[in-house]
């Protein structure tokens, strides 16, 4: 800001859309381990169950608790790959396609929907819930977390940071300049 005007000199996010880019992809290549691998193992008088972020919603559905099973499914799985998948959308189409005519309507749409999007992501209370029933399972069996959490924690971190770094009011301004 300028001393004598007031003027914003240069305004810009705390990352670059190319740093953007870098945290979504690394957030997109954690996805798929991370809902799909093994994040607890569960040691109980020589029974051992292991279980997935994916298996643990289905097992909610499949055991009588629909709206639970449901909620864990949104909140855990669906939400956060879309809230990835929009992201990547709108760095690619800010990047490569502004210029069409099918480019600046699809960014409009992807950016209306992305305050629903971030607040159905809730990979935290999941993150934490792991942790909570290890806490409280611990006195009656073995707990050894998988590589499945350390790739959801890793998800949770690099979706933290990609959150902090997206300026929506930035991306709206690539529409303004076009």
């Known amino acids: 800001m300028c001393p004598r005007c007031h003027t914003v000199l ?5 990352c670059s859309i190319n740093g953007m880019l870098a945290i979504c992809l690394a957030a997109l290549l954690l996805y798929f381990p991370a809902n799909l691998l093994p994040v ?9 169950r292991t279980t ?4 643990g919603a289905a097992a909610l559905l499949e055991q009588g608790f629909p709206v ?8 855990a799985v669906i939400a956060p790959g879309l809230l990835i998948l929009s992201i990547l959308s709108q760095i690619l189409l800010v990047k490569y396609a502004l210029h069409t005519t099918w480019g600046p309507r699809l960014l409009k749409l992807l950016l209306t929907q992305q305050s629903l999007l971030t607040e159905l992501s809730m990979l935290e209370i999941y993150l934490i819930s792991f942790l909570v029933s290890a806490f409280q399972l611990s006195e009656h069996a073995d ?10 924690s890793m998800l949770f ?13 930035h991306m709206w301004s690539f529409l303004d300049d076009k």
């Not at 997935?52 to 298996?55: I, L, N, S, Y």
Request: glycine residues 10%.
């Open 143 to 152: 707990i050894y977390f998988g590589i499945g959490t350390f790739c959801f």
């Open 40 to 48: 607890m193992e569960l040691q109980f008088f020589g029974s051992v």
């Open 10 to 14: 240069y305004d810009t996010p705390y």
């Open 68 to 75: 639970v099973g449901v909620a864990v499914m949104v909140a």
């Open 157 to 169: 971190l690099s979706a933290l940071f990609l959150l902090r770094e997206y300026n929506q009011q």
């Open 52 to 55: 997935t972020v994916f298996g």
